[in-house]
């Protein structure tokens, strides 16, 4: 049996940028992508926590060390500037692979940058 549980996420990243006329997306830092282990492509759940808006997408790599977090489509309706929200990435796992498994949990500052790496919830 297969388990859907927590990969990793980035917690309280703000939101840099919203762009309504790009076809959907998350555009996430190259560096933010990399520590978090998210792979371009890969379906993520963003949570707003300002709004409470909770939706899923795909991410889009962005500028390494930018501290870009920009909602693009029609995801930019789900969010404004200075939004602070939750990236979180989800993963299948056996039972066996769930008991040794720590998921990564990546925290930012302000301006989107590594302040902690933990590795479990």
Known sequence: MQIESLFSKIHRATV????LNYI??????????????LKKGQKVEIVNINNGERFA???I???????TICLNGAAARKAE?????IIIAYAYFDKKELKKF???IVLVDE?????EVKRDV
């Open 16 to 19: 840099s940028d919203a762009n």
């Open 24 to 37: 959907g997306s998350i555009t996430i830092d190259k560096k933010l992508m990399k520590k978090a282990k």
């Open 57 to 59: 997408t795909y991410v």
């Open 61 to 67: 790599e962005g500028k390494k060390d930018s501290g």
């Open 81 to 85: 500037i200075g939004d602070k929200i």
């Open 102 to 104: 720590k998921p990564r």
């Open 111 to 115: 301006k989107n940058r590594v302040k």
